[in-house]
Every structure is written in structure tokens, then in C-alpha cells.
């Protein structure tokens, strides 16, 4: 089984809620997208080649500051439910993970993860280095990666071309490089149905929106990922420039929402929230989807300041535990077990039972 | 994942909605996303499909697409399947479409970003403005062993 205790905090210090509108933004992710020069890419390499960029960059990253004690999880060595846990943890992408439909784990997938950063290995890309930091952060998240890029990038030959950039495996990256996405919460907006305008919008100013767990994946308990959709053109500054005002603006209309909401209904909306708490704190058998719900129900009515005293972070810990793989391993119990729903409704009785007590 | 309508055939198109103020999503095969309406995905494996498509269309000749990029023997029908290019050196043996299809996407050809510099100065100056980056970032970080180790090789 992965020893996630070999790093400092499991992964998981983006969920401390510590950061900037972290009552709203659960976290900023930014990723840059770099190949080496030499080695084909992702798609043409064989294994020997794949286990060679692995090794050359282990031993690059072992000489850095940012990076010098970080842990290795070669993917391609772990069962389905430890890699999925990584994914739920928001570490490894999806297609790292071998988690598509019919899709299986490459040779020499791997994760180099150290503190807040980290390098997904033999990805779609040789190297896709990885920043995620709690809250609404994206100048200080930028500022790591980029560090990052900066030590591996000397010590690494990395493809790139005077007019193009960075040179990536699909042309959707090129030139940056760089994906910022910031994963927010928006039930107010969804409540007053006013978010698919939103989102309709998002596109037209270059932005693009996901689910939860990023690319291809489906909006679970009113998260969206917003994020740059062109990567050349632009300097990085200005692309995060863009999107942080963007994102400015939707904190706004999601907070003009939940005003509306609690001026034209507020009964329903207490009425709504509280249910949401009284179904967590009492059902016996949740599904992840049900639980994500009313999580973010609950989310809702605190941050509304409806629901007295529940710390963010303690509904940040629910959202990631109760997620499939991470009840598999911690339970024992195979991934898609029938009892999981039952273990997940005991595991949130007891945290918001726990809550309750610690406050008195 | 199968059909939710159907229960039998494989889904291909991931329907999002959002109504009544709930986000769903439906997973349908093509036979019963075409019974309610819904295009199946355009043609080609990744989201580039129909841009690549409309590429080979005013590429015209199958002669360009079949010529191949010399580092690593792909050629431009390939990269049309897959959406994925084999090798750097394929950006500069199909630099033709590859720029135009960079302007579809990006709006822009041309990077402005932060530029890479992996040679030009010599190795000694290198590697010495290379260890003080690290003492920089060692004391920055709080990583005072390092940092006293780095200051000493700096000295020598």
C-alpha cells in the first residue's frame, strides 16, 4: 500500500482553507507543460525511454532546492485504488493515473511531490510540473512553479522554439505551457440558475470551466475548475492577469447570488441548508454524489453564516475522505464495494459529531 | 461506461446540463443521444477532431500529410489521428500547418512568454549563477544547511 505519510502533510495543504476567499475558492492549481529535447514525446517513446526521462530528471530534481526531498510514486507500480486516491488528492492527472475507460497505467508514470509542488513524469507531456496551493492564490502558486522551472530547467535540456515556445505533444499547450486553474464553489450561482450564463461567458473571454477532477471529468457538488484555455500568445503574467480577474468577477456574481438567495427566500434557503446537515449528520448510507451534495449544501449555509461554527477545513476533509478511494483504503475494502456508502455515512456522522463536542 | 437510456451500448457523448438549478451529467451512446437531439462528438479521438479535420481539408494533397518529420518518423496524418505530435523536431517539419493551426487555437503564433535559456553563457558561469539562485532560494526557504554548503562552494 503507498505510504502517503512520506510526505509532510499527505498532499493535502491546499485544504486547509488557509488561503485568500478560501470560504469560496477550495484551491488554485498551475501547471506547466515542458518535454526534453531528445527524447521523442509521450506518444512515440518506448519504455527504455520512458525509465531514462524518469531517471534524468529524478536525478536533476534530487540536486534542487524545491525538490531535492521528494517523494516517488512511479504510478506504474501501484494498484488501481492507490492511484486513484492520488487523483482524488488532486496529485496526478487522470491520464497519469491510467483511470480512463480502457486505459491502463504507462510504464514509467510517475509523481515527484514535495511540500505544495511537484512534477508528474512520462504524463501526456515528458514533464508536467505542478503547483497547488489553498484558497485563491495563483500569483504565489505561478511563483513556485516557476521556481521550479527555473532549477530543473538548468540542470534539464527542455524543448523549445524561438517562435512557438515550449514545445508540447499537443498544440493546445504550446507556448506557456501553463494551465492555471482555481477550483471554486459556486451553489448560490447554480441556486438562482444563473451559472450556465456565467459559464457561457466564460468562453467567450478565453476561459474555460471543468468538474472536480479537471479535464473531462463532471461538476459534483457545485466545484468548477475555471481556467485558461490558450496558452501562446501571451505572457504568463498576462495570463494570469486574465484569469484572475475573471475570477474576481464570478466571486462577485456568486456572492450577489447568495444575497438574492437570502433576500427574496431566505426560509428555503435555511430550510435547505439545514436539511443538507441533518441528512449528513444522521443518514446510514450516503453515495459519493449524495454526499458531495449536501457538502456542499452545508458549505453553503456556512458560508451564509446560517450553520454556526463548522470550520471550512473540517468540509474540506469530508469532501476529500469521502471520495471512493480514499474510503477503499482506509477501510479495507475493494474499490466499488457496496458497504463503502455505509462506511462513508458513519465516517461523516463521526467528523460532524466530533465537530459539535469540540465546540461544546 | 454504458448507455444510461439504452443500458446496452457503449457511451460516447457526456451530456452536461444544468436545469431546475441542478447540474447533471448524462452518458448516452450514439443511438439515443441522436434520438434526443444531441450531435455525437466530431469525428477524430480528441477535442482537436474537427480543427484537424478542417486542416486536412484545405491541406488538400495526401502528399503532405504523408510526408515525415525526420527526428522521429511521424508524419502530419498521424499527428491528425492522434491529435499528438511525435517529437519536438515535428514543429519545425510541419511548421506550415502546425502555425496555422496554433493561430486557430491561440489567436497568435508567436510566444511571448518567459524564453528558455539553456546555453550562451559558459559552464563555470553557469554553474555559479546556478548555486547562487540556490542559496537564494535555500535561505528563502529556510533550508540553512543547504544554504551555509552553497555559500561555501560559492567561496571556493
Known amino acids: 500500500m503507498i505510504d502517503l505519510s512520506l510526505m509532510a502533510d499527505g498532499g493535502m495543504g491546499w485544504l486547509d482553507a488557509s488561503g485568500p476567499e478560501s470560504h469560496l475558492v477550495l484551491s488554485t492549481r498551475i501547471r506547466l507543460a515542458r518535454n526534453l529535447a531528445g527524447y ?262 456556512v458560508g451564509l453564516g446560517l450553520i454556526p461554527g463548522i470550520g471550512m477545513y473540517t468540509l474540506n476533509k469530508l469532501l476529500i475522505q469521502s471520495q471512493p478511494a480514499h474510503l477503499a483504503v482506509a477501510e479495507n475494502l475493494p474499490l466499488g464495494d457496496p458497504a463503502l456508502a455505509l462506511r462513508r455515512a458513519a465516517l461523516v456522522r463521526r467528523v460532524l459529531e466530533d465537530d459539535v463536542e469540540r465546540r461544546g | 461506461m454504458t448507455c444510461e437510456n439504452c443500458g446496452e451500448r457503449e457511451a460516447v457523448v457526456h451530456l452536461t446540463q444544468i436545469e431546475d438549478a441542478q447540474v447533471t451529467t448524462v452518458h448516452l451512446c450514439e443511438r439515443c443521444a441522436a434520438e434526443r437531439g444531441v450531435e455525437p462528438p466530431p469525428a477524430g479521438k480528441t477535442p482537436l477532431g474537427s480543427f484537424l479535420a478542417a486542416i486536412g481539408d484545405s491541406e488538400g494533397t495526401d502528399e503532405a500529410g504523408q510526408a515525415k518529420c525526420p527526428g522521429c518518423g511521424a508524419s502530419f496524418a498521424n499527428f491528425r489521428e492522434t491529435g499528438r505530435l511525435g517529437c519536438a523536431e515535428c514543429w519545425t517539419a510541419f511548421e506550415a500547418p502546425l502555425r496555422d493551426l496554433v493561430r486557430r487555437l491561440h489567436g497568435s503564433t508567436v510566444h511571448v512568454g518567459e524564453r528558455y535559456v539553456s546555453a550562451g553563457s559558459t559552464r563555470a558561469e553557469r554553474t555559479e549563477d546556478d548555486l547562487r539562485e540556490r542559496l537564494r532560494l535555500a535561505i528563502e526557504t529556510e533550508n540553512f544547511e543547504l544554504a551555509a554548503d552553497l555559500r561555501d562552494r560559492l567561496r571556493k
Open chain 1, 40 to 301: 521523442p514525446f509521450q506518444g512515440r517513446s518506448g519504455d527504455a525511454e520512458r525509465e531514462r526521462i524518469l531517471r534524468e530528471v529524478e536525478a536533476a530534481a534530487r540536486d534542487t532546492v524545491l525538490l531535492g526531498r521528494a517523494v516517488t510514486f512511479r504510478l506504474d507500480r501501484l494498484d488501481e485504488a492507490d492511484r486513484q486516491l492520488l487523483h482524488e488528492r488532486h496529485l496526478v492527472s487522470k491520464e497519469l493515473a491510467g483511470l480512463d475507460p480502457g486505459a491502463r497505467v504507462r510504464y514509467g508514470a510517475a509523481l515527484l511531490h514535495q511540500d505544495r509542488i511537484g512534477v508528474m513524469l512520462n504524463e501526456e507531456d515528458h514533464l508536467r510540473l505542478q503547483g497547488l496551493c489553498s484558497g485563491f492564490a495563483l500569483a504565489a502558486t505561478y511563483a513556485e512553479v516557476d521556481r521550479l522551472d527555473g532549477e530543473l530547467g538548468r540542470r534539464l535540456g527542455f524543448a523549445f522554439h524561438q517562435e512557438f515556445g515550449y514545445l508540447t505533444a499537443c498544440p493546445t499547450n504550446v507556448g506557456t505551457g501553463l494551465r492555471a486553474s482555481v477550483l471554486i464553489h459556486l451553489p448560490g450561482l447554480v441556486l438562482t440558475k444563473e451559472v450556465s450564463r456565467v459559464l457561457q461567458g466564460l468562453a467567450q473571454v478565453g476561459l474555460t470551466f471543468r468538474g472536480l477532477y479537471g479535464e473531462g471529468s463532471e461538476v459534483v457538488g457545485n466545484f468548477f475548475q475555471l481556467s485558461n484555455q490558450t496558452t501562446l500568445g501571451k505572457s504568463e503574467g498576462e495570463l494570469l492577469d486574465h484569469l484572475a480577474r475573471v475570477v474576481r468577477q464570478v466571486i462577485e456574481y456568486e456572492e450577489q447570488a447568495r444575497q438574492v438567495l437570502l433576500q427574496s427566500a431566505p426560509t428555503v434557503i435555511e430550510d435547505k441548508v439545514w436539511r443538507a446537515y441533518g441528512l449528513l449528520r444522521y443518514a446510514r448510507n450516503l453515495s459519493f454524489d449524495e454526499a458531495m451534495n449536501l457538502l456542499s449544501g452545508v458549505r453553503l449555509g
